[in-house]
RNA sequence: GGUGACGUGGCCGAGUGGCUAGGCAGAGGCCUGCAAAGCCUUGUACGGCGGUUCGAAUCCGCCCGUCACCUCCA
């Protein structure tokens, strides 16, 4: 069967099917972090559309290479501004409350990319091929801007090296961006460096020996422009031509329209032939923000609220990458629920696997049209909505038919465990909080803190109920329910006993 | 001022010239000692005004509203 995978390319503001250079090998480069905080879910939500082209990729067969940096620069809050001792963002960081901790900006930065890589985990995100680090390529990209100064393209001042814009025809191309007079219009109260030539021209290298990261380069110390890095490590990794590149959509304007003019300057190749960009996300309807409070962290969430880590990643993925997305906790809600029914239509999938179940034609039949139907959506320029809603009407069929399930449930369950990443794997995850605090198993859910003692308590008090349950004494069983209750405990009664969980606290 | 996106039922969100998206919440039922979970049934819709058409939520125009980028941001 020929399967298109159809995506919006911001290039040609098209859905366009994406065209491999080397037909069934995807070369991939999404766009990383600036590591001087923690990373927060609009981070993720365009971290997960990386992952998810990556995983429907997979599904087609195709062979991927991925690249997704990690930029440990800090760059300068603007790039005109002649005074570098001033603002950085690393820099600020550092002096903040939250950086007190640090000796310097490496400490700094090391810190908050162990904290992404973990975060990545949490969320189930693919691991990418390679992971670049912006200061682990600085000779590369003194070697870039040399190349890029001999052909013209790039000048020097007293305060550094600047991209020509005027020496590169087609620049604007990405965002429309064309007009020098727009960004002359906009109000800007900082220093220019009237040594540029144009207004557009970007700075590629910073002259700076006061800088808390510096190199030693052709033109003095200093340190690199933000631009340069993407270019130089995609080139590094990827070639000099590559099929995709993403990031979210505050990055089309200047970052990529910049690097497509560094890339294509220097080779008079294509950079990249798709661009795919992920729109930022609002929570509870207003822009994230530090001073409104809504500025959502993965840590928070998972490890302060105690929501399934999986949870976040549906919740995350429930709207389409390109559409406005209104995070908001009645979502994160749905979606725990939505992991519940997962996990256990992978349970009952399992179950029958396990013992070699053979199972209901028909039901094989249905489930298989599902999985069609997922990737199908998903090869639909990413259509995460419609994928889950046929994610989840296969599940409701395996929740309604768990006494005809066979194999094909279980294969069913591991395609949508693979396409969509929101099925928690672990074979019985009912009691996981004590599973957890006695080191049992990989958690799914919420982290309790030094929880022994407690779980303990709890089991003594579901175990009191059950005896009173089976002399009939349903008071005293409603009035220890009750008790648990209000420990935040919920059980559920079953042929196989009783289980309980903490209510998440969303 | 420039560029782009979006407005679907109580809420979140697909779809798209005639054919049920899905979920959450609500209502009724099955199950249960009662709950919870699960299962079954179920109502409500396409921002406004024009136009094209046999027929438009879906195409076109205008208007209203929301958001984003152009300045650090995923």
């Not at 997704?68 to 800090?74: H, K, L, M, P, Y």
């Not at 189930?124 to 390679?130: A, F, G, S, T």
């Not at 590369?140 to 550094?160: F, K, N, P």
């Amino acid at each position: 069967m020929n399967r298109e995978f159809r995506l919006y390319n911001t290039l040609t503001k098209k859905v366009e099917p994406l065209s491999l250079i080397e037909p069934g090998h995807l070369r991939f480069y999404s766009c990383g972090p600036t590591v001087y905080s923690y990373a927060h879910i609009g981070n993720f939500r365009s971290f997960l559309t990386a992952d998810l082209i990556l995983r429907t990729a997979q599904a087609l067969g195709w062979k991927t290479t991925y690249v997704t940096n990690i930029t440990d620069v800090g760059h300068l809050t603007n790039d005109d501004m002649i005074d570098a001792s001033g603002e950085d963002r690393m820099a600020s960081a550092l002096q903040s409350s939250a950086g007190e901790r640090f000796a310097n900006v490496w400490d700094l930065s090391r810190h908050y990319s162990a904290a992404l890589q973990s975060d990545w985990q949490t969320l189930n995100l693919l691991e990418p091929d390679v992971r670049p680090r912006a200061t682990e390529h600085i000779r590369e990209q003194i070697q870039t801007i040399e190349r890029l100064l001999s052909c013209g393209a790039a000048y020097q001042t007293s305060s550094g090296v600047y991209f020509s814009v005027e020496s590169f025809a087609d620049y604007g191309k990405l965002s429309g961006n064309k007009a020098a007079e727009s960004l002359e219009l906009a109000v800007r109260d900082v220093v220019v460096d009237p040594e540029k030539k144009d207004p557009r021209d970007f700075a590629l290298w910073k002259k700076d020996a006061d800088h808390l990261m510096q190199w030693h380069s052709p033109w003095g110390w200093g340190f690199p422009g933000w631009h340069i890095e993407c270019s130089v490590m995609a080139q590094a990794y990827l070639g000099d031509e590559i099929d995709l590149h993403a990031g979210g959509e505050d990055l089309i304007f200047p970052h990529h329209e910049c690097e497509i003019a560094q890339s294509e300057a220097l080779t008079g190749r294509p950079f990249s032939r798709h661009w795919a960009h992920t729109r930022f996300l609002q929570v509870e309807g207003q822009k994230m923000s530090k001073r409104l409070g809504n500025f959502l962290t993965v840590k928070d969430l998972v490890h302060e609220r105690g929501v399934p880590p999986l949870a976040v990643r549906l919740a995350l993925i429930s709207g389409q990458y390109r559409k406005p997305f209104n995070f908001t906790f009645a979502t994160l809600r749905d979606s725990e629920r939505h992991v519940k029914r997962f996990r256990e239509a992978f349970r009952l999938a399992k179950e029958a696997h396990d013992r070699g179940a053979e199972g209901s034609s028909t039901i094989a039949e249905t489930l298989k049209n599902r999985h069609q139907a997922v990737l199908n959506a998903l090869l639909d320029d990413l259509n995460t909505p419609a994928a889950i809603a046929q994610a989840l009407g296969g599940v409701r069929t395996i929740l309604q038919s768990r006494n005809q399930l066979g194999v094909h449930a279980y294969s069913f369950m591991n395609h949508v465990s693979d396409l969509l990443g929101v099925v928690p794997q672990t074979a019985d995850l009912r009691n996981q909080s004590l599973r957890m605090a006695l080191g049992v198993g990989k958690p799914e859910g919420s982290i309790p803190k030094n929880d022994v003692p407690q779980n303990s308590r709890i089991e003594e008090l579901i175990q009191a109920r059950t005896v009173a349950r089976n002399a009939r004494d349903f008071a005293t069983a409603d009035k220890i329910r009750d008790e648990l209750l209000k420990m935040n405990i919920v059980i559920e009664d079953s042929a196989s006993g009783t289980s309980w969980h903490k209510k998440s606290n969303i």
